[in-house]
């Protein structure tokens, strides 16, 4: 542990631990953030963006190949160009980890932020596929979306393109045979609103598992689970929850589309809106308790109804925000999970709403 990390301060922080009852996750991708976590105290890691390991640039032109490719044996084929990466990216996080509880997230891109856009990227891209660049013009004209949080993202993807989730959880199965000390991995599917979503994706997930325990002879436990971040999911939990084993809620699109307010030109009018006193806060800040708060206890409850023992926790931005963690004591998750830097204060932020409840 750092030595600012020790004296006054790992003693306010083991008072904190001694009281709290929820635990405390951090969101990280990289095996940098995932070190800075733990020594932040962590007790694993609650969302794993995997979309964000794919703008590696050394990747990002088969990722682009992939999206660009107008069929399955085209999205294989980049996707067999991803598989060692991927695989080599879960067991650095894993290996840090190390048995602690790792949720990762399938892909949920926005699908704009793949698309080349410089002349030189359509040239990379056109060389690795061996294509035109002119087709691959015409194709990422064609995926061009006006409302790309709203489109085809999240599970979307996997419904669409099953061989993308395929090759990831694949990923996660290979990487975790491989150790010896690997977590539980907890597969989690994003921007799921309906059961049948979840259904088929978790068949994926499960299939790419046993394919991996055949090949290796090796078998290790694992979850699937959901995001919780659109009304819908939020109001069918208790289906969702006959097939996810865990729900984590993602608050950053559970308020967007709650509110019906873009999270990326909220700006604009918020500040405006907190003056006039329409909201107390920011709501992508502080969780909106009376609406986007009841949509968590209304899936909490009927979750619970279904799975008494569901997992529960957060991963939008709101998991580091002490008013927001108060309220997830009061509802009952079982974690919170915060970038690297707010674990303390989640850890604070605990502790003061396991006092409050007492
Ligand atoms: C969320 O929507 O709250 C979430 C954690 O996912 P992302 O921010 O990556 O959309
Ligand atoms: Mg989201």
């Given at each position: 542990v750092q030595p600012e990390l020790a004296g006054d301060f790992g003693t306010l922080m083991e008072w904190a631990d001694g009281v709290r009852r929820l635990k405390v996750r951090a969101n990280a991708e990289t095996p940098l953030d995932a070190k800075t976590a733990r020594e932040f105290g962590?007790?694993?890691?609650?969302?794993?963006?995997t979309e964000h390991m794919f703008f590696d640039a050394a990747r990002i032109t088969a990722v682009r190949q992939m999206i660009l490719a107008e069929d399955e044996k085209g999205r294989r084929a980049a996707l067999d160009k991803l598989l060692p990466e991927q695989r080599s990216d879960f067991v650095e996080i894993f290996e840090v980890m190390a048995g602690l509880p790792v949720t990762i997230r399938l892909l949920d891109p926005p699908l704009h932020e793949f698309l080349p856009h410089e002349e030189a990227e359509f040239a990379e891209v056109a060389a690795a596929a061996g294509v035109e660049v002119d087709y691959l013009k015409r194709r990422a004209a064609e995926l061009h979306e006006f409302n790309p949080m709203l489109g085809h993202r999240g599970c979307r993807l996997g419904v669409t393109y099953p061989e993308i989730y395929e090759m990831q959880a694949r990923a996660i199965f290979e990487a975790a045979v491989s150790l010896?000390?690997?977590?539980?991995p907890e597969v989690m599917i994003p921007l799921v609103a309906t059961k049948r979503e979840l259904d088929l994706m978790k068949a994926v997930v499960d299939k790419a598992a046993e394919a991996v325990f055949a090949e290796t002879g090796k078998r290790v436990d694992y979850l699937v689970g959901t995001m919780i971040e659109l009304p819908r999911a939020a109001l069918r939990a208790g289906e969702i929850a006959e097939v996810g084993e865990f729900f984590s809620f993602g608050t950053n699109d559970l308020t967007q589309t709650a509110l019906g307010v873009s999270r990326d030109d909220a700006a604009r009018f918020l500040q405006t809106y907190v003056e006039q006193g329409i909201?107390?806060?920011d709501p992508f800040v502080s969780l909106d308790v009376e609406g986007v708060g009841e949509l968590i206890e209304i899936a909490a409850e009927r979750g619970r109804k279904t799975r008494p023992d569901i997992k529960l926790g957060i991963c939008g931005?709101?998991?580091?925000?002490p008013a927001s963690i108060a309220f997830c004591e009061k509802v009952g998750l079982d974690y919170v999970s915060a970038s690297p830097y707010r674990v303390p204060i989640a850890r604070l932020a605990a502790a003061q709403a396991a006092l409050a409840k007492a």
């Open positions: 962590a007790e694993g890691i609650g969302l794993c963006r010896a000390d690997a977590p539980i909201y107390a806060k931005e709101h998991g580091g925000d």
